[in-house]
């Protein structure tokens, strides 16, 4: 799938599940679904796009549920140390439900897309 749908749908994503809850959520939501693409853009990495093989060297762990589940757990984690102070200084809770949904769908939609 095209990055671009990627980024739109999770873009749509951010905004629905997080829209007054956190801030800038199609941001987050659009950057979390490109995310299992990381992997194409590490050293040593070489994807032979013209061959047969070309989706089965593109869809390594980070296309699977473990490997969405391990990035979920880090982008929560990354995005409350960010924002606990903001939180802590308006005396709100952290939203974690709110920040496990947006990543876990956009995530999830990265993976069935694919």
């Given at each position: 799938m095209d990055n671009i749908a990627h980024t739109l749908v999770g873009a749509a994503i951010g905004r629905t599940v997080g829209d007054s809850r956190i801030p800038a959520p199609a941001i987050l939501g659009a950057l979390a679904a490109n995310s299992p693409d990381i992997t194409e853009y590490l050293p040593g990495v070489r994807i032979h796009w013209g061959s047969?093989?070309?989706m089965t060297e593109h869809r390594g762990i980070t296309h699977s549920l473990v490997g969405a589940a391990i990035q979920a757990?880090?982008?929560?984690?990354?995005?409350?140390l960010v924002l606990r102070p903001a939180y802590r200084r308006d005396r709100r809770p952290l939203p974690w439900g709110t920040l496990a949904g947006l990543y876990g769908a956009a995530l999830a939609s990265?993976?069935?897309?694919?």
């Open positions: 047969r093989l070309a757990a880090a982008f929560v984690l990354v995005t409350a990265h993976l069935l897309m694919d």
